[in-house]
């Protein structure tokens, strides 16, 4: 009898094995799962105002574009994530600093509207809200930065971050060095 129960529990975990397995995603299924939660970019060259000189980047929140100016009237396009309408804001600055796999810390008042935000979260970790890559605009909190919700992109969410596709932040990040101007608008550029 004992035996029995034993070659009975045996083929049971055989049996659930099986279907674990049966469930356990492909290669390419695993990179179509990613792409999800990555987001892909939809950047593109486009013709642009010839007033703006090159090397210098125009956030229009009422395109919900970044544009990176690499040549007189022509620029790259990105889509973005904008700031809710209490954190809206403009003006000029520049990119002061860059980060690698930025660690993000939540301000007081974060933590105050939603206090089950961490203390803490570390560079690299798949929930970092800042992804992959971080420019930091001037002596301000604000950021052009990644994301960890790409879902996001062409909504009014941000507490006053850009945040592009992590693909396209890895785009735009080497071509924007630390003194770049940035100019924030509300301006459209598109119809």
């Known amino acids: 009898m004992a035996n029995t129960n034993v070659r009975s529990h045996f083929r049971m975990l055989i049996v659930a094995s ?11 299924q695993a990179q179509d799962f990613f792409s999800f939660l990555w987001g892909g970019g939809s950047r593109e060259a486009i013709s642009f105002s ?4 090159p090397r210098q980047i125009i956030v229009s929140f009422g395109d919900r574009k970044l544009y990176l100016v690499y040549a007189r009237g022509k620029a790259m396009s990105y889509p973005i994530a904008v700031p809710r309408k209490q ?17 993000w810390t939540p301000t007081p008042t974060m933590r105050r509207e939603n206090p089950k935000l961490p203390a803490h979260v570390p560079g690299g970790h798949p929930l970092n809200p800042l992804g992959v890559r971080a420019l930091y605009l001037g002596s301000s909190m604000y950021r052009i930065h990644g994301t960890d919700a790409p879902w996001t992109i062409g909504t009014a969410v941000s507490k006053g971050c850009i945040r592009m596709y992590n693909e396209d932040v890895l785009h735009l990040y ?14 459209r550029y598109t119809t």
């Open 174 to 187: 080497p071509r924007v060095p630390v003194g770049t101007k940035v100019t924030v608008t509300w301006k």
């Open 18 to 28: 099986a279907v674990v397995m049966a469930q356990v995603p492909t290669v390419a």
């Open 87 to 103: 954190s809206r804001w403009a003006g000029t600055t520049r990119v002061s600093r860059k980060a690698v796999n930025p660690g």
């Open 50 to 53: 010839p007033r703006f000189r």
